[in-house]
């Protein structure tokens, strides 16, 4: 994409442009889905609800990628934590969820969720204040998992702890997250963690329009979130940053605050993927501490991987075709699916160190 | 007047027992009778000391007991009084109350205190101490008095103490209190200081006794958290030792470590299963294990880095997915080979059981050999690294490549023998795993993160280090444990290790010199 790493035009149509059409063309046909959601049962061109709520997921991982590849593909931070922003941005959410869900609970209480009237809550836990309101949980999606990866990227960097030092950290950070939100006297459901959503933004869920509203959401998402990463690979902060991926201490000698920069892509990079995790739990319609696994990361950033890091559009096309793969692979042989994530990860490694977007481009080097 | 007093002995000799049996066949009818009856005869064959009245008594404590008129009948048929087959057309079975039912279980307490067994008699004192009555002084008393095996008779004297301390009487009280003050035991405390709410005039005294308990609780609770710790530092030695050598050494990031742990906690398994058809050697098909699981891991590690780890020489993020790859696959071919489930491997005879230290502390013994076993197999690993011509090529080749090289060193040989060895290493840490950790498809995923936290913590490349490192953590993490619980031990302790490494980015054992800058 960026002018750094695209190969030169050939005649005839630039590439630069044809693969610009491509993108728009792709995401056109991405926002016709839900509308051939309303056509009558019997049409041939009618997409079922499956379709759309598994599309409008994997749009949210689109999300994620694209996080993921801002960081390791352009700064060269291989974060294996990042699924745990995304699901900090997914609780967050969660929460607004289960304070609109009011006396309408299987115990019927009118303030609190389910679970702390079953484990014996009083009442709200402090921390639980304001989520009743979209805007401070829209908020919160993002604040929570840009602190963090501030405090974290804060740490590590400066103590130029970096490449699997950094990696290995992070995944601990999921891991310890994992087992905090297992607790039930975390205030976050245990490991049952949120679920039985009714409504967002006045919207009943599981209506054919609410998953359209969403659905567009997250393609918005998306394609703000491309635009924004783009822009920022184009400019001089994307140029020192793949500095600071090629040749870290070069850079410092050269007088930038490789910290600083490093820190700001991290961060901007955790916010989107709490945003993403955001309006995944929406349309997916549950959160539990599952989501930090920290095999979730590190299947995130295989996605990457496959599509060609570096490259953005490369980690969308990546977690489309794994997720893809793995919807339709479990579905008829669910014990092949980890032998295939497995081989992915050493084919890709080896074979393919610049993805699918690699195979449509001449060696950079 | 010797002669006298012998006479009179031998004539207690003689009378005692036949007056117990008396007293025996004297109670039996009463059980037939009314509830208050029955609980009077309960209490009179609980003191009796007759060894017919245990079986009895269990009977009727579960409902098996029938009375025919005032004739008692065992639950196989016979005469209770004569032990004679009996008639037993209409018997009714003997009902019991609430009262009867408590009498029943402090004669029991008593009853079993001369049991043949020792472990039951072990019960039979706890279960007293519990139940604390000044009425079981005397049965006690005669206990102690048989009793010859210490553990037992130890347990007694508590339950005397115990005893005492609810006497009417405050000179027994005091005898109580001087005995529990010098136990030193959770249990003891709590029974003193319960009698201090109902004995002000013993406040003094049961004061005292507390402080002494809890001066000696103190060193015992630290002893346990030590243990604790260290064994849990033996743990994390184990599985970080071979990443010592992979990660720390080579340089290699192999996050399939963990899925190596697995194989050999399974090898551990199907020798475990082998040995089956050869009742002799079972007992020692764990030492078997310990080879077989080294040899296992090691060409399954020796395979991996030939076969892709070698191209990857550089790259190490690239590495790391790879690994993890590589991983995922193990994992799900033995999950589909040996079924998800978890499997069982044994402990020999030799290892079970545990073992007692003076002040009353409790090491479980399969604990201490996965101790003794992690510092061999670091012994092992020191050895082979400082005193075999492999190790001397392996420092050679992590040192300077090319030099060794030229020196005729055959560096791509000695890559893959340094990584099947750490390899092997995690196959030895998984024998020792599946005795105290559930053998599962998974059982690697959960040592992973905690052995890079060791090698990191320690200095990487560092064999003393990562000893040093393992321990640290396990002792730390068993210490923070108590207030704050298992998993927010974990967090804190991962939390301590970022901002440690903030002050030393390179770990406890930085190394020095030029094998730090490559």
């Known amino acids: 994409m960026s002018d750094v790493t695209a190969s030169p035009a050939p005649r005839g149509i630039p590439l630069r442009l044809l693969v610009r059409g491509a993108i728009i063309a792709a995401i056109a046909l991405l926002a016709l889905l839900p509308v051939l959601n309303q056509l009558p049962a019997g049409s041939a061109f009618r997409v079922s609800d499956f379709t759309v709520a598994v599309t409008g997921k994997w749009i949210c991982y689109g ?33 607004h969820l289960m304070r609109l869900i009011g006396p309408r609970g299987v115990y019927g209480h009118p303030i609190l969720p389910d679970f702390m009237v079953f484990l014996g809550y009083q009442h709200l836990p402090w921390y639980w204040l304001g ?84 659905f567009y959401a997250a393609l918005a998402l998306l394609t703000g979130s491309l635009l924004l990463c783009r822009h920022i690979v184009s400019t001089k902060l994307g140029r020192v940053l793949m500095a600071v991926r090629d040749a870290e201490s070069r850079v410092r000698f050269l007088g930038y605050s490789v910290t600083a920069f490093k820190l700001f892509v991290f961060v901007l990079s955790a916010v989107l993927a709490g945003l993403a995790g955001a309006l995944y739990v929406p349309l997916v319609g549950i959160i539990n501490p599952g989501d ?54 050493v084919a890709v490694t080896l074979l393919l160190p610049h993805g699918l977007v690699g195979l449509f481009r001449r060696p950079l080097k | 007047m010797n002669r006298i007093l012998l006479v009179l002995m031998f004539l207690l000799a003689v009378v005692l027992p036949a007056a117990a049996q008396d007293s025996y066949l004297d109670a039996l009818p009463g059980l037939a009778g009314g509830f208050g009856s029955q609980a009077e005869a309960v209490e009179r064959l609980g003191a009796s000391g007759d060894p017919r009245a245990l079986p009895l008594l269990r009977a009727l404590s579960e409902g098996q007991l029938r009375k025919r008129g005032t004739t008692i009948l065992l639950p196989n048929g016979s005469d209770a009084a004569t032990g004679q087959p009996a008639d037993a057309t209409d018997a009714e079975t003997v009902r019991i109350n609430n009262r009867v039912r408590s009498a029943l279980r402090g004669a029991l307490g008593r009853l079993q205190l001369v049991s043949i067994s020792s472990d039951e008699r072990f019960a039979a004192a706890n279960s007293v101490f519990r139940s604390r009555s000044a009425e079981n002084i005397p ?120 899925e190596f742990v697995m194989l050999g906690a399974y090898t551990t398994f199907v020798v475990q299963e082998a040995c089956r058809g050869i009742p002799w050697l079972l007992p020692w098909s764990l030492p078997l294990s310990v080879p077989a699981a ?59 059981g545990t073992l007692s230290l003076p002040g009353g502390i409790l090491i479980t013994q399969n604990r201490l050999w996965v101790i003794v076993f992690s510092l061999l197999v670091l012994g092992l690993a020191l050895a082979a690294i400082r005193l075999t011509r492999f190790g001397l090529e392996m420092r050679a080749v992590v040192q300077n490549r090319r030099t060794a090289a030229t020196m005729g060193i055959r560096t ?107």
């Open chain 1, 63 to 95: 999300v994620l990628a694209l996080a993921i590849d801002l960081a390791w593909g352009y700064a060269g931070i291989l974060s294996l934590g990042h699924g745990a922003f995304f699901a900090l941005g997914g609780y967050a959410m969660g929460m």
């Open chain 1, 131 to 214: 989520f009743d309101h979209f805007p401070f949980a829209l908020l919160m999606a993002m604040l929570v998992p840009g602190l963090l990866a501030f405090l974290v990227g804060w740490l590590s960097f400066r103590s130029r702890i970096t490449g699997v030092y950094f990696s290995i950290i992070t995944q601990a950070m999921t891991y310890a997250l994992m087992l905090a939100f297992f607790r039930n006297d975390m205030g976050f459901g245990g490991n049952n963690g949120f679920t039985d959503f009714k409504e967002l933004l006045g919207m009943p869920l599981n209506t054919q329009g609410a998953r359209a509203a969403l």
């Open chain 1, 292 to 345: 930090f696994a920290p095999g979730n990361s590190i299947e995130a950033v295989i996605w990457v991987a496959v599509g060609g890091r570096g490259t953005l559009i490369g980690a969308i096309l990546g977690a489309f075709s794994v997720n893809a793969l793995k919807t339709w692979l479990t579905s008829f042989a669910p014990d092949l699916w980890l032998f295939v994530l497995g081989g992915l990860f």
């Open chain 2, 139 to 258: 049965a006690l008393e005669a206990a102690i008095s048989r009793e010859s095996v210490p553990r037992v008779r130890e347990r007694q004297e508590l339950a005397l103490a115990a005893s005492r301390l609810v006497a009417p009487e405050d000179a027994v009280k005091r005898q109580g209190i001087a005995i529990l003050g010098g136990a030193t035991s959770e249990d003891s405390r709590a029974l003193l200081l319960e009698a201090r709410a109902t004995n002000p005039s013993l406040a003094g005294e049961i004061d005292a006794a507390v402080a002494s308990i809890d001066s000696r609780l103190i060193y015992k609770r630290a002893a346990e958290t030590l243990f604790q710790g260290l064994s849990l530092g033996s743990v994390l030695l184990l599985a970080a030792l071979g990443l010592a050598i992979t990660f720390g050494v080579m340089g290699v990031i192999n996050m399939a470590h963990g």
């Open chain 2, 294 to 352: 080294f040899l296992v891991a090691g060409l399954a590690g020796a395979a991996l880095e030939r076969g892709l780890i070698r191209h990857l020489y550089g790259r190490p993020l690239e590495t790391l997915l790879m690994t993890f790859g590589v991983g995922m696959i193990l994992q799900q071919a033995v999950r589909l080979a040996f079924g998800a489930q978890n499997r069982e491997v044994l402990s020999p005879a030799w290892m079970q």
């Open chain 2, 412 to 518: 791509g040989r000695v890559d893959a023998l340094t990584f099947a060895f750490g390899s092997g290493m995690a196959g030895m840490a998984g024998v020792a795993l599946s005795q105290i950790d559930n053998v599962s498809p998974n059982l690697g995923t959960g040592y992973i993160i905690d052995s890079f936290m060791v090698v990191v913590f320690g200095g990487v490349g560092s064999l003393m280090g990562t000893l040093v490192g393992a321990m640290g953590l396990g002792v730390l993490n068993k210490v923070i444990e108590p207030w704050a619980g298992a998993v927010l031990a974990k967090v804190a302790v991962l939390v301590i290790i970022m901002l440690f490494i903030q002050r030393r980015p390179r770990g406890l054992f930085a190394l020095k010199g030029r094998a730090a800058e490559a």
